[in-house]
DNA sequence: CACAGTCCAAAAGTATGACGATTTGGTTTC
DNA sequence: GAAACCAAATCGTCATACTTTTGGACTGTG
């Protein structure tokens, strides 16, 4: 998932620094100085700049150096990205967004896995369904996180659409960040774990408008929550 | 939008290449091969490679070399790779999983532009489907595209929601994509036509239901269409 | 024959010096 | 005051040398 070696390191230095802000929009930074501040060669620090040029974060130009773009422009759909907006002072911001997209994609995913899902997926569905129930009802956040995480995932994968698929991992990031940001809010609620069951439930016997319906009523709900926590 | 210089023509080459299959899942490149094929020095070679890593297309390693990844890792957001596979042979599959994420994503956008949209956002939301509704009478299928573009763009913009307006080149890409692939059907239909109307005018006076149902008629008979053209 | 440990060479990773290209901003000139 | 020009700054590219990792061959042993 990571990038690897010198550059790897830049750009975890410099991507969620410019992604909070932290390096504004408009500010410009020499490639010598990088050099210097990280004590790498010119070879990192261009390869650094590049991805991140890659991510449409920053414009390199001569005479000029290297500019911050404004975040408008940004390839906000790049998981490192998506990242570092959550790490950050954007995070509230970026929550809402993803919600957003969870309620306009989730549901369409699952009546589609409905459709399509192998029988695999199913089976993997019905278990977590059950693991679900599990560890919520042991108030064991940990692992109902994971179960949640992979819930959703295997969702998304068994609608049979890649770019759903890909979410994925973008949808843990924002599980991950939800539980992390009301701190562990107590025992998940019974209702939605039921909806969880009634999901997979439809999935497995093939009712998408059913599964589509209580996905959507997940996803609004969690939008919904997330919205009173950030007020 | 593209990448610039010497690495940016080596993408050029590369990314097509490897959407297309051309380059199959597995290959492995070599740096130096790459340095006498394009003649390029080392630095422009590792620069390109570089960016293609960031997309996950490639990864590299020592004493192995650069190995083209399996598809289902992509970046498949990143619009490169997006308008990649849509000029090589994955053009079918990647316009069918974009028309699903448009009948999941769009109707939604509609939604919120009619509550979030800026006075702005209204006015050229009508503007844009008086203008649609002129090239298609008079039949100028490249200037409606150009309308139907923006118009799609602008209700996305309008969400207020930032990941969705991101969506907007890439919904222009699939609609380009679509017009090519049937070459320019005749006439558009006076039906989507008036569909069109009837989300400007429901976004326009803060009719949020309305304009998603609108949309979602839009967007799933462009699925149909375009799953019927396909076979 | 099977297995484990050792060693080597191949390839990417990093560093550095030199030069080229281009843009900007000031300076000169008319 | 405006236009043309020049010079400095900075990225862009190239060539080269050195470093690090690692896959696979080789070797020896049980």
Same mark, same amino acid.
């Given at each position: 998932?990571?990038?690897?070696g010198l550059p790897?390191?830049l750009l975890?230095?410099l ?14 930074l020499r490639s010598e100085?990088l050099e210097?501040?990280f004590?790498v060669s010119r070879t990192v620090v261009r390869e650094a700049v590049r991805i991140l040029e890659g991510?449409?974060?920053v414009?390199s130009?001569r005479?000029?150096g290297i ?49 399509? *899902?192998?029988?695999?997926? &199913?089976?993997?569905?019905? @278990? ?5 129930? !599990?560890? /919520?009802?042991? +108030? ?51 209702? *939605?774990?039921?909806?969880? &069951?009634?999901?997979?439930? @439809? ?5 998408? !408008?059913? /599964?589509?319906? +209580? ?17």
């Amino acid at each position: 998932m990571e990038i690897q070696g010198l550059p790897g390191r830049l750009l975890d230095e410099l991507g969620p620094a410019i992604a909070a802000g932290e390096i504004p929009e408009g500010a410009v930074l020499r490639s010598e100085d990088l050099e210097e501040r990280f004590g790498v060669s010119r070879t990192v620090v261009r390869e650094a700049v590049r991805i991140l040029e890659g991510m449409r974060m920053v414009a390199s130009r001569r005479r000029v150096g290297i500019t911050v773009q404004p975040k408008s422009g940004w390839d906000v759909f790049d998981p490192l990205v998506i990242r570092w907006r959550l790490a950050g002072a954007d995070r509230p911001a970026q929550l809402r967004s993803l919600g957003s997209l969870r309620v306009a994609v989730e549901p369409a995913a699952a009546a589609l896995a409905a459709v399509h *899902a192998s029988d695999d997926d &199913r089976r993997e569905l019905s @278990a977590l369904a059950v693991e679900l129930t !599990v560890s /919520a009802r042991a +108030a064991d956040l940990a692992t109902f996180l994971r179960h949640d995480i992979a819930f959703h995932a295997t969702v998304l994968k068994a609608s049979g659409n890649e770019m759903f698929a890909h979410l994925g991992d973008t949808v843990g990031a924002v599980l991950t960040g939800r539980t992390e940001y009301h701190l562990m809010p107590h025992q998940p609620e019974p209702y *939605a774990i039921r909806l969880h &069951r009634e999901v997979a439930d @439809a999935i497995c016997s093939g009712d998408a !408008v059913h /599964a589509e319906q +209580a996905m959507r009523t997940i996803v609004t709900g969690a939008l919904e929550e997330l919205n009173q926590q950030l007020g």
